[in-house]
């Protein structure tokens, strides 16, 4: 089976910390020179200073950008593509504040739709030339089961979510005659600050302790736990590989069978 990544360039974005930060991880193990992406350049450095360099004459950078502002974030990546073009994005972006569908203000949804989908088209045009060129393209989305069985109170992020997840599908068949897959991996309950996050609002909200709420939510899995980054970020990884592909326009849950849809 062939996971060498060796001589790809991959850019991963929201690589700071959990999935993403993982995901890096994993892509240099495989021999990826990896550029990590997000807003805080001081803790993307220490990410590039730890990622793996075993394969030899591996380049590893950063790029702090903010997916909010699309017209920079294009630039400074087709500022990176001139001399290093990409061939594996993995389109990662922290999800929206929790709340009802019904209760959330319309700019929310606005401001969602421009981070996840529009930060993701920009994205993609700016690495689309050097995937083409190169006969080798890897898209990944980092999205969330919500796309099959929507969560409560993550009304705006169930709904954005939905929209990358139908542009992924889109572009899978678009893009394939080119060498170029795209997929998108759905985590569930991983053991990143966004679940923290909205367990401590679970319990602000319920009255309960967060033990509480964690238990909870554990018993929803039949794994019996919830899962570690480096879990999500192997079955990304993959999706990344010359093995795979022939693997084009899936939706992998990731999330130790919680989910109940096929």
């Not at 992406?37 to 790029?63: F, K, M, T």
């Not at 080119?178 to 009255?207: H, Y």
Request: hydrophobic content about 45%; aromatic content about 4%; proline content about 4%.
């Amino acid at each position: 089976m062939d996971l060498d990544l060796t001589g790809k360039h991959a850019l991963v974005c929201g690589a700071s910390e959990g999935i993403g930060r993982a995901t890096a991880m994993e892509l240099a193990a495989l021999g990826a020179d990896v550029t990590v992406l997000a807003r805080r350049e001081a803790v993307l450095q220490d990410v590039v200073n730890a990622l793996p360099r075993s394969h030899g004459g591996q380049r590893h950078g950063l790029v702090a950008a903010d997916m909010d502002a699309t017209a920079t974030l294009a630039a400074q990546v087709q500022a990176l593509v001139i001399d290093a073009p990409v061939h594996i994005l993995i389109n990662n972006t922290a999800g929206p504040p929790a709340g009802t569908a019904a209760d959330a203000d319309p700019a929310a949804f606005t401001a969602a739709f421009q981070r996840h989908l529009i930060g993701g088209q920009t994205l993609l045009q700016a690495v689309l030339p050097g995937m083409r060129e190169s006969g080798y393209g890897r898209l990944v989305n980092v999205i969330s089961t919500s796309v099959r069985e929507p969560i409560a109170n993550l009304g705006v992020s169930n709904t954005v979510r939905g929209a990358v997840a139908s542009w992924a599908k889109t572009l899978a068949g678009e893009l394939a005659g080119d060498g170029i897959t795209v997929n998108s991996v759905l985590p569930g309950f991983t053991e990143t600050g966004r679940l923290a996050s909205l367990i401590a609002g679970n319990a602000q909200r319920s009255g309960r302790s967060q033990d509480e709420v964690a238990a909870g939510m554990r018993a929803l899995v039949p794994a019996g736990r919830f899962g570690q980054p480096g879990e999500v970020a192997a079955a990304i990884a993959f999706l990344c590989t010359p093995a795979a592909a022939y693997i084009n326009g899936v939706v992998l849950a990731v999330d130790g069978g919680r989910t109940r849809a096929l």
